[in-house]
């Protein structure tokens, strides 16, 4: 093993929540993980430790230059009792490729899986079991360094932590009303849109409330230049399902690769589906409902899995799709990609890691 970090237990331990009312990012593991960065000395001293408060100076670069990206994946227990991740390596690969494009230091990838692993299996009894939950990990880098002037920080922290979820939506799998927004927009060609940056999502919060405000649970964000494309749902990917073909927006720059959609797209093109990355209209989602030529729609993301979307509101016209109801590739697809997270489903694809 090239890592091996210590581990400082915490001497008062939390009695774990309810698996049977959690909600999502409300209650936090005993312990995290912890890395500082140096310009002279580079990543140093990770360890493990009590979950606590960190302390930094006011002047912190990460409070006024939003230097700061974050990842999100899970860990499942299997019913028999194997402690499993998802893909950990393409979380990896998307913070170093956030970091880069905001100027912070890249974490090697082997340290970033194996940090979580020593969390995980420090924390391992805070996996909720019960069907639909999860333990929910989140590392994230923020710029440290105390000065007054926009220039990148010199010092950094790599931070992880734990937190037992329920389903995202409180619906669970029900399908989902969404907002489509014209007037604010997420992320422009040239931007951030392709990274996990904490900024991005500061600035999509209006629109959000927006979308709540009309009973939406989501927003579907257009593209910056016409407002008339498809970008995102909120915090996941789009998928539209037209006949034999399943088109997806292109992740591109003002797009985030998820890792469940290209797991999605895999699956998919696995089972002989025709599946195409290109940009798709407003305009051809609503005249497809019309037509019955759309027979699904659904987001993806590491929160929710599978979503599936029932309704759309567009300029305060409602348009409901497949009848409200769940589609069946968006159930087969969820039944599939759940079950190869927590061990009911074999995975011939290789993308479990299991926390030994």
């Not at 849109?193 to 209006?206: C, H, P, Q, R």
């Not at 915090?235 to 797991?263: M, Y």
């Amino acid at each position: 093993m090239k890592y091996n970090f210590p581990i400082e237990r915490t001497g008062r331990p939390k009695a774990k929540p309810d698996p049977n009312t959690l909600k999502f990012g409300a209650e936090f593991a005993d312990h995290m993980f912890l890395m500082e960065h140096t310009k002279e000395e580079g990543w140093h001293d990770g360890k493990v430790m009590a979950y606590g408060h960190i302390c930094l100076e006011p002047a912190a670069a990460v409070f006024h230059y939003a230097q700061e990206c974050f990842e999100g994946l899970k860990a499942y227990k299997s019913k028999d009792g194997r402690v499993l991740l998802f893909r950990p390596g393409m979380n990896a690969k998307r913070l170093n490729v956030s970091a880069v494009r905001l100027c912070m230091p890249p974490v090697d990838e082997e340290l970033f899986v194996e940090a979580i692993k020593t969390l995980v299996r420090t924390d391992k009894d805070w996996i909720p079991e019960k069907e639909g939950t999860s333990l929910y990990i989140r590392p994230f880098i923020a710029a440290t360094e105390p000065f007054l002037g926009v220039r990148a920080a010199e010092q950094f922290m790599f931070v992880i932590i734990l937190c037992p979820v329920g389903p995202y939506y409180e619906g669970g799998l029900s399908p989902t009303r969404l907002l489509v927004e014209d007037e604010y927009v997420r992320a422009a060609l040239g931007g951030t849109g392709f990274t996990k940056a904490g900024g991005n999502y500061g600035a999509a919060l209006k629109a959000q409330e927006k979308a709540h405000s009309h009973g939406c649970e989501q927003v579907l964000w257009l593209d910056t230049a016409e407002r008339r494309y498809v970008e995102e749902i909120g915090t996941s990917n789009a998928f539209f399902v037209f006949g034999d073909e399943i088109i997806t927006p292109p992740a591109g720059g003002t797009i985030l690769p998820g890792v469940t959609r290209d797991s999605i797209i895999a699956l998919l093109k696995k089972w002989g589906n025709k599946v195409t990355e290109r940009r798709i209209s407003i305009d051809e989602v609503l005249e497809g409902v019309k037509t019955g030529t759309l027979s699904e729609m659904f987001a993806t993301g590491t929160a929710a899995v599978i979503s599936p979307v029932g309704e759309l509101i567009w300029k305060g016209e409602k348009t409901v799709i497949g009848g409200g109801s769940i589609g069946g590739l968006a159930q087969k697809l969820y039944d599939e990609l759940y079950g190869i997270q927590t061990g009911e489903v074999e995975d011939h694809m290789g993308w479990t890691v299991e926390v030994e």
